[in-house]
Structures are given as C-alpha cells and as structure tokens.
C-alpha cells in the first residue's frame, strides 16, 4: 500500500521528465531540419527575391525519368524533416502523458482546434511530414480538429514560408496566403471536428498499446518507443513512397509545361486548384513554383489557386492519415482545399 502511494506521488515528477525530455528532442530536431536552414534562407529571400528555382523546371521529358527524377529531388528536400516527423510522432507515444494531450487537444470546441493550430506554428513542416505527428496526436486522443489544425498549420501559416513570400511574391500574394491559411487552419478544422463528432482513430490499424497500461510501464521506454517508431514506418513509408513516385509520373499531365501562358480562365483555375490540392512539394515549393509561372505570364488567378491548395495537403499525405481521420472528415478536408483555392483564384483575379 505505500509502495503505491509513493509511486503515485512520484509520478508527476516522472511525467514532468518525460515532457521535457519530449521538448528538448524536438527542439534539436526542428532546429536540425528547418530553423537553422530558413534562417539563412530569409537573408536569400531578402536580397535576390528568390530562393531558388521551381522544382517542377529542368527535369527530363521522358515520363518514367521525370519520375523518378521530381521522386529524386523531392526526397532529398524533405528527408530530414520526415526523420524528425516520424520520430516526433513516436516519441509522443510514449513520452508524453495521454491525460495531458487529451485534456489539451481532445475536446471538441474550439479552444482545442485554435490550440493544434498554434502548437503548429514552430514546427513549419510539409503536409506528408506532418502527417505522422498527426497520426501520434490522434494515438493520444487528440480530436479530430486539433489534428487538422496542426496538420494544416505546418504548411498553410508556416511563418518562415510568409516571409519569403514577401520577398519573392509581394505583400499582396502573402496577405491572401495568410487570411486564406486563417481559414484553413481555424475554420475548416473546427468544421471538421464538428463534422467529426466523437469519432477516434482506427485503433485496429494504428494500435500502439497505451503508454499508461501497467503491462506497458513495465516493457521500459526504449522499447515502447522502438515499437511505436515501427508501427509508424511500416504503416506510411510504402504508401507515401509509392504515392509520390506516381504523382512525380503524372506531373506533366497535372503541370503542362507549355500552353498555360496569358491564361486566367475560370477552367484553369478550378484545374490548377485540383491539382495543387492532390499534388505533392517539400516546404516553401510553391514560391518558385508560382514565380517561375507567373513569369511565363500565368495568370494571377491560377497562380493564387497554386498558392492555397499546393502546400496543405497532398494525396500522399491523405493516404498517411487516411485511417487516422474518418473518411467523411478526409472527403470534407479535400473539397474544402479545393473550394477555397478557386475562390482565392478569384479574388486574385479580380484584385491583382
């Protein structure tokens, strides 16, 4: 009885360790894969408005080379930043008390979606990366809007992303970007988790025993966390490998290299908007993507409908989460991209 009841007061103080054990890790992960890297490339934005070319440009012709040659360079972008993703998601399994993230991300209003979407801001990740993270917040009993929040803040308000954007595209594309990320990342994540109700995670597909469960504590925690890490591998990296190098073949059908020129057309928009919502980048691709466009005088209106839809979600990332969100929830975040990319098309259109 009072080995219990020490066990029980020491327990707090064991969860705290973990929490900052938790927080320091990521720290040195995101410092590794994006806060150090964007905080040289601002510097490059800032004095020759570009900060690089489109990775679409300068691939060959040949459908099967193109591939693998858009697979190629797309990896060597995001590898790092899916490293510290998928240990992230891992490490939140095990490391972080359920309780907590249940209490801070698990209710249904809006308090726990606007705290997702916040907890997103420093993680500045692409859509597929920050798919895992989703997956082991969803674990852990977070709702389903505060998982998209997080899942769409990573890209749609990436801070770093704003600022080149500034500097390559102009105050007026990133004043779009930032009240259409708004939207995306507050009011369509809200809406799903309404949408959503009470509905969890497919524990049959991501079941990773609880962290909490006697059984479990006495496994140790490298252990936990070498199983939940697997899971997490065998459970994406196909299907992600896979999705990608068939979107990387489809590229010239979805992005026409030619044709697109002095176009602004309502068709194209819509079409650009599909495309962009299915298609696939590493963090920040759209801005040379869309310079190189509009530099082949693509209209603003396509090029606004490529600047929301492009970065939040892709079909890779849908198939990633596809069993940790429902179906309903998954069809309703697609059409919402879809939606609001044209009528930000639109506006631009008008405006620009």
């Given at each position: 009885m009072q080995q219990?009841?020490?066990?029980?007061?020491?327990?707090?103080?064991?969860?705290?360790?973990?929490?900052?054990?938790?927080?320091?890790?990521?720290a040195i992960g995101l410092f590794w894969a994006k806060w150090q890297p964007y905080f040289a490339k601002i510097f490059i934005a800032s004095s020759k408005h570009s900060i690089g070319?489109?990775?679409?440009?300068?691939?060959?012709?040949?459908?099967?080379?193109?591939?693998?040659g858009y697979a190629r360079v797309y990896f060597l972008a995001i590898w790092k930043a899916l490293l510290v993703a998928v240990i992230v998601a891992s490490l939140i399994q095990v490391l972080l008390p359920r309780n907590w993230v249940t209490r801070a991300l698990g209710k249904t209003g809006f308090l726990s979606t606007m705290t997702g979407g916040l907890l997103a801001l420093p993680g500045m990740m692409c859509t597929c990366c920050?798919?895992?993270?989703?997956?082991?917040?969803?674990?852990?009993?977070?709702?389903?809007?505060?998982?998209?929040?997080?899942?769409f803040g990573n890209t749609a308000i990436n801070p770093a992303v704003l600022i080149f954007m500034f500097f390559v595209l102009g105050w007026k594309?990133?004043?779009?970007?930032?009240v259409f990320g708004l939207i995306l990342v507050f009011g369509v994540s809200y809406l799903a988790n309404r949408l959503a109700g009470g509905e969890m995670v497919d524990d049959s597909v991501l079941a990773v025993p609880n962290t909490e469960d006697e059984e479990e504590q006495n496994r140790g925690l490298a252990s936990r966390w070498f199983k939940a890490l697997w899971r997490l591998i065998i459970g994406i990296v196909p299907v992600y490998i896979i999705s990608v190098l068939l979107l990387a073949f489809a590229r010239a059908w979805l992005f026409p290299a030619g044709g697109l020129g002095g176009q602004d057309s309502i068709a194209l928009i819509a079409g650009l908007a599909i495309a962009g919502t299915f298609f696939v980048i590493p963090t920040a691709a759209e801005i040379p993507i869309i310079?190189?466009?509009?530099?082949?005088?693509?209209?603003?209106?396509a090029a606004a409908a490529?600047?929301?839809?492009?970065?939040?979600?892709?079909?890779?990332?849908m198939l990633m989460v596809r069993k940790a969100l429902p179906a309903k929830?998954?069809?309703?975040?697609?059409?919402?991209?879809?939606?609001?990319?044209i009528v930000a098309g639109f506006i631009a259109k008008a405006l620009f």
């Open positions: 219990n009841q020490a066990d029980s007061a020491q327990q707090p103080v064991q969860n705290w360790k973990k929490v900052l054990l938790f927080i320091v890790l990521v070319k489109s990775i679409l440009a300068g691939l060959p012709s040949s459908s099967w080379a193109a591939a693998w920050a798919a895992p993270i989703v997956i082991g917040l969803r674990k852990c009993k977070s709702s389903v809007g505060a998982a998209v929040a997080f899942w594309f990133t004043v779009l970007r930032l310079q190189a466009l509009l530099s082949m005088w693509l209209g603003t209106g490529l600047l929301i839809t492009l970065p939040v979600i892709s079909l890779p990332s929830v998954m069809l309703f975040l697609m059409v919402s991209v879809i939606v609001l990319g």
